[in-house]
Nanobody, 125 residues
Framework: QVQLVESGGGLAQPGGSLRLSCAASGRIVRINDMGWYRQAPGKQRELVAVITRSGSTTYADSVRGRSTIDRDNAKNMVWLQMNSLKPDDTAVYYC???????????????????WGQGTQVTVSS
């Protein structure tokens, strides 16, 4: 089975920084896009940033210029560095990966999205 495990969330003050990490593990053949999404209470899940396997990035307008997404293809990891944090950044942050994996018989499964369990980010003074 494939697992995505996030870490690095917590409490930060406005203007502070946090770095979120996500590690993908399991019978992974290839990871395509990796990204971060967030969901605040009472709101829909939204894209924060996404990075392709070749390193092209896309950011939500709300975080562009103060956040950086990067990845290590060899380690199956993705990070999100967030600076100049605002109270509006408070949400549960989810890691996402579009990947192909092997089933128990060694057959390559069709590519699909996988999600982590989420990590809470709270920005408050």
């Amino acid at each position: 089975q494939v697992q995505l495990v996030e870490s690095g969330g917590g409490l930060a003050q406005p203007g502070g920084s946090l770095r979120l990490s996500c590690a993908a593990s399991g019978r992974i053949v290839r990871i395509n896009d990796m990204g971060w999404y967030r969901q605040a209470p009472g709101k829909q899940r939204e894209l924060v940033a996404v990075i392709t396997r070749s390193g092209s990035t896309t950011y939500a307008d709300s975080v562009r210029g103060r956040s950086t997404i990067d990845r290590d293809n060899a380690k199956n990891m993705v990070w999100l560095q967030m600076n100049s944090l605002k109270p509006d950044d408070t949400a549960v942050y989810y890691c996402n990966a579009d990947l192909m994996s092997l089933d128990i018989s060694g057959t390559v499964n069709a590519r699909r999205d996988y999600w982590g369990q989420g990590t809470q980010v709270t920005v408050s003074s």
